[in-house]
């Protein structure tokens, strides 16, 4: 089956407001469910607001691969809500770790320490070149994981192993090693700038030991502080 271009859009623009409606009891299930309203023909849409419920969370930009799948489950016809609930059960968990590791983790602490070094020597072109590289990012996601979500149906969790988001992952945590080593050299005082080199190696040793990316980025302000003392 095919998602067409009107019902993809606006599955996409529904999706941007899934945690308005959020809350402590139900996370994002109102939103989760109004976005498979919206998604779903006029003749699913009343079984879906009376099987939808209960607590859904997951990653905000991941969400979109779950609801293409379940659009497709409801048009199909051929899965039952029990089998629907539990694709939604794994789906929700899986996407929502890829997602944090992805974006939370990896993605934006580099491109903040991106726009950090750039703001120091060219002003709000940082800030700017975070806002477009990461919007580029999760816009993709939002909107290609509809697509596929509709296209694979309850194989999209698949989708989590490929180069999609391993490469991504392993990329910006190179360049977010390298940034930290490059930051603390360019901001400290009387520094030579040849010691960008021995930092990058020390944060490229931490990265392979799998430090996380918040100890790395308190491990440069330390030594920004450090540094800047002396």
């Known amino acids: 089956m095919r998602l067409s271009t009107g019902r993809l859009l606006r599955i996409f623009f529904q999706s941007l407001f899934i945690q308005t409606s959020w809350s402590f009891p139900s996370m994002q299930s109102m939103g989760f469910l109004s976005d498979l309203v919206v998604g779903a023909g006029d003749a699913k849409r009343a079984e879906i607001v009376k099987t939808q419920k209960g607590l859904f969370n997951t990653h905000p930009y991941m969400v979109s691969y779950i609801v293409g799948a379940a659009v497709r489950a409801y048009d199909d016809g051929s899965a039952s809500p029990v089998e629907i609930k539990r694709f939604l059960t794994v789906a929700q968990t899986s996407f929502a770790s890829a997602g944090d590791l992805l974006f939370w983790r990896t993605l934006r602490p580099a491109l903040l320490l991106l726009a950090v070094i750039l703001g120091v020597h060219f002003g709000v072109v940082g800030p700017i070149t975070f806002l477009v590289i990461y ?12 697509h596929d979500g509709y296209k694979l149906g309850w194989d999209v969790i698949y989708l989590l192993k490929t180069r999609r988001f391993k490469m991504v992952r392993q990329v910006f945590e190179t360049v977010g090693a390298l940034l930290s080593g490059l930051l603390v050299s360019l901001v400290a005082i009387d520094v030579h700038y040849l010691l960008v080199i021995p930092l990058t190696a020390l944060f490229m040793i931490m990265l392979v030991r799998r430090y996380s990316a918040v100890l790395i980025i308190i491990s440069v302000l330390l030594l920004i502080l450090i540094i800047g003392m002396v």
């Open 135 to 146: 919007n580029i990012f999760h816009l993709f996601h939002r909107i290609k994981g509809i």
